[in-house]
């Protein structure tokens, strides 16, 4: 008679291969989760969280500071995006050691933010705001560095930005280097399009480059040669000041 082998085991899979499997999210759907400005002035009354979160929204980036080294309002986006309705905002649970959540939700940002409607030509102002208040410690800060370093490709060929704030941010301002413009009263990873006006910020990220001047072409290059050419002269201000 034909001999029948006995039935291997099947390990579980690699984390590398299907990290979903193994770590799912431990929110709903991140689609379920953002508010839109009105909804969020609405209800903000009921969560203390989310009254922080949208008061700082709507103080701190649409208004002048005096240590900002530049006219104007902090974030010029800002004020546009929520006139014309295209910020979304949500506060998550993700916990320190929830990662793979926390990659699930940033991943799920960036697509929503395409879903945002915006009239043609507005495609620049949407946002989508994602404040991670249980993160809110060295463990959790660190936890969104990685998860942020992990779609730092998937966010570069897109021309997608993240603005990741916090209380304890040391990022220095780009007209004066002793403000520090992405402090927030909690963890927060801000969502949306590169714009050509991100020459400031771009000349200071090469790998950014190609990405801009894809986007951009003529007009991007003229701002990042000015940009170059602008921060070479305040460097040399600098040293001659020292001197």
């Avoid at 699930?104 to 915006?118: C, K, S, T």
Wanted: glycine residues 8%.
């Amino acid at each position: 008679s034909r001999r029948t082998e006995p039935r291997r085991m099947v390990g579980p899979p690699d984390q590398t291969i299907f990290p979903s499997m193994l770590h799912p999210a431990v929110q709903p759907p991140l689609k379920d989760t953002l508010l839109t400005w009105k909804a969020a002035q609405d209800l903000k009354a009921g969560d203390g969280v989310l009254t922080t979160l949208f008061e700082w929204l709507d103080a701190y980036p649409v208004n002048p500071h005096a240590e900002l080294g530049r006219a104007g309002v902090v974030c010029p986006y800002t004020g546009q995006a929520r006139k014309i309705g295209s910020i979304r905002m949500g506060v998550l649970g993700t916990q320190a050691g929830d990662e793979q959540a926390a990659f699930i939700a940033l991943r799920d940002g960036f697509q929503e933010l395409g879903r945002i409607p915006v009239d043609p030509g507005s495609e620049e102002f949407r946002t989508v705001v994602l404040a991670f208040p249980a993160c809110d410690s060295e463990a959790g800060l660190a936890m969104l560095k990685r998860v942020i370093k992990r779609l730092k490709y998937f966010a570069l060929f897109r021309c997608l930005t993240v603005g990741f704030m916090h209380r304890e941010s040391e990022e220095t301002g780009l007209w004066n280097p002793a403000f520090r413009p992405l402090r927030s009263p909690m963890p927060v990873l801000a969502l949306r399009y590169v714009v050509a006006q991100d020459a400031p910020f771009i000349a200071r990220y090469h790998l950014m480059w190609g990405p801009y001047l894809a986007r951009f072409g003529l007009d991007g290059a003229r701002r990042l040669f000015s940009e170059r050419v602008r921060r070479s002269v305040r460097t040399a201000s600098a040293g001659t000041e020292s001197d």
